[in-house]
């Protein structure tokens, strides 16, 4: 079946041609969601799911050469949606900002320390701080982050660069100083 054939069927209300639909573009639409969503299956299918239903309620705006265009620009729109709802609510836990110290007030050194650097993360933007997270605290490439929030390589890069100067000198303000990547030590 053409596409111009699939469209008028579908336009015509025949679940037939949603299959035929799914069948065309599942693969398709499935790497788009899956690049944006790195191991994320569940949400994958979802989201590739939810594309379909949003082709089928809008079937009258079809437009035959243009079908895989618009799913594509579906399913990117969500994803990254959904990666936009996750970060309003991204987990910064406690023990991500740790740095270990010795005595008896380890623990206490411990939850200052970490109100400390959560303050100093909170003097980002939500999305520098959100790259931040990705790529020190999860581990994500500057690339894959990049990635998965829609900037540029080379944005990610400043931005990173810049947080790293700003939380530097936050910290310094409130008397750690920087030794090397990542390490700070507080001045005693």
Known sequence: MTEKEL??????GDLSALEGLIDRYTPYISSIISRILRGRQADVEELTADVFLAAWDNREKLRAGQVKGYLGAI?????FNLLRSDRENLPLEDDVLILETDGPDKELDRKETARIVNTALAQLDKPQRELFVRH???GQTVQEAALAMGLNLSTAKTWLRRGRETLKTYLRKEGYEYETAG???ADG
Not at 7 to 12: A, Y
Not at 75 to 79: G, H, S, Y
């Open 7 to 12: 469209i008028k069927s579908l336009r015509r």
């Open 75 to 79: 399913a990117r729109n969500r994803a």
């Open 136 to 138: 020190y605290y999860y």
């Open 183 to 185: 390490n700070f030590q």
